[in-house]
């Protein structure tokens, strides 16, 4: 008789349907138009009148994304465990980013975002990256326009995370391995992208490697590389090195608790109705 093997599936916090994934092409699609005009707009652009528009396109970003967690909610029936447990993640999240705040890229909060993502899927992901960076704002004063940016890519970087393959089956050492090599480039692109949300308000008679609307897309390109470069390298090389790190060496155990707190939590079990004995 051939062994088998029962693989358990993973449950879901948030699963997302049509009005969330609609929803979150919405917030995605304006979010990489606020990070990438300046590679899409046309040159000789005038600058200046983005200026003034940008803080509207904030605020769009801001509603988009309260409209994505609450389509997520509504549709998924977000339960009272599923709300508990947002709650102490983002928590713990807010409160582990200002312990590097200031030190070269010492972020703790990014490998719980990349573990929690993975064990509770790429929907609860988005959510919970959203506000734990609204949490954190709201804890550390760093409210602001770029704080619309800091949520969409937080929540890009937890929802990523659970969309990597093999949820069910991938386990031990090869999962480890896979999340801290996801956490090392995903560290990375958050930087990127937030680089791209403040470079374009540089004054490009300050610096050679500042936007300049009249230039191609190609100098363009050549600039925000030598900006990245010369500005925020070291401080992203920092933080995709403390989330491996902390990924390898905490990661099992944090991994642990999470799922045992999802099985327990049993978010997709089904309600049933016993008819009563005669």
Same mark, same amino acid.
């Given at each position: 008789?051939?062994a088998?093997?029962t693989?358990?599936r993973?449950?879901?916090?948030?699963?997302?349907?049509?009005r #969330?994934l !609609?929803?979150? %092409?919405l917030?995605s699609?304006v *979010?990489v138009? =606020?990070?990438g005009? +300046?590679?899409?707009?046309?040159?000789?652009?005038q600058?200046?009148?983005h200026?003034?528009?940008?803080?509207w396109?904030?605020?769009?970003?801001?509603?988009?994304?309260?409209?994505?967690?609450?389509a997520?909610?509504?549709?998924?029936g977000?339960?009272p465990?599923?709300?508990?447990?947002l709650?102490v993640?983002?928590?713990?999240?807010?409160?582990?980013?200002?312990?590097?705040?200031?030190?070269?890229?010492?972020?703790?909060?990014?490998?719980l975002m990349?573990?929690?993502?993975?064990?509770?899927?790429?929907?609860?992901?988005?959510?919970?990256? #959203?506000? !734990?960076?609204? %949490?954190?704002?709201?804890l550390? *004063?760093?409210? =602001?326009?770029?704080l +619309?940016f800091?949520?969409?890519a937080?929540?890009?970087?937890?929802m990523?995370a659970?969309?990597l393959p093999?949820?069910d089956?991938?386990?031990?050492?090869?999962?480890?391995?896979?999340l801290?090599?996801?956490?090392?480039l995903?560290?990375?692109?958050?930087?990127?992208?937030m680089n791209?949300?403040g470079?374009?308000f540089?004054s490009?008679?300050?610096?050679n490697?500042?936007?300049?609307?009249?230039?191609?897309?190609?100098?363009?390109?050549a600039?925000?590389v030598a900006?990245?470069?010369?500005?925020?390298?070291?401080w992203?090389?920092?933080?995709?090195?403390?989330?491996?790190?902390?990924?390898?060496?905490?990661g099992?155990a944090?991994?642990?608790?999470?799922?045992?707190?999802t099985?327990r939590?049993?978010f997709?079990?089904?309600?049933?109705?016993?008819?009563?004995?005669?």
């Amino acid at each position: 008789m051939a062994a088998s093997t029962t693989v358990r599936r993973q449950a879901r916090a948030v699963r997302l349907g049509p009005r #969330s994934l !609609t929803a979150l %092409a919405l917030v995605s699609a304006v *979010g990489v138009a =606020g990070f990438g005009w +300046p590679f899409l707009a046309p040159p000789g652009s005038q600058i200046g009148a983005h200026a003034q528009d940008a803080p509207w396109l904030f605020a769009g970003l801001l509603v988009l994304l309260v409209a994505v967690v609450a389509a997520a909610i509504s549709e998924s029936g977000l339960g009272p465990k599923a709300v508990a447990m947002l709650g102490v993640l983002a928590a713990t999240g807010a409160a582990l980013r200002p312990i590097g705040a200031g030190t070269a890229g010492i972020e703790p909060m990014f490998f719980l975002m990349v573990l929690s993502g993975r064990v509770l899927g790429p929907g609860f992901g988005f959510v919970l990256g #959203s506000v !734990t960076m609204f %949490a954190s704002a709201l804890l550390t *004063g760093g409210v =602001g326009p770029w704080l +619309p940016f800091q949520m969409l890519a937080m929540g890009w970087f937890a929802m990523g995370a659970g969309l990597l393959p093999g949820p069910d089956r991938l386990r031990g050492r090869a999962e480890l391995a896979m999340l801290a090599g996801y956490g090392f480039l995903a560290a990375f692109a958050y930087g990127t992208v937030m680089n791209m949300a403040g470079w374009p308000f540089m004054s490009a008679l300050a610096s050679n490697v500042a936007f300049d609307p009249h230039a191609p897309v190609a100098a363009n390109l050549a600039r925000f590389v030598a900006y990245c470069v010369a500005t925020s390298l070291g401080w992203d090389l920092g933080r995709a090195l403390v989330t491996v790190v902390l990924t390898l060496v905490v990661g099992p155990a944090v991994l642990r608790a999470l799922r045992r707190a999802t099985r327990r939590a049993a978010f997709e079990a089904p309600v049933t109705f016993e008819a009563p004995r005669q």
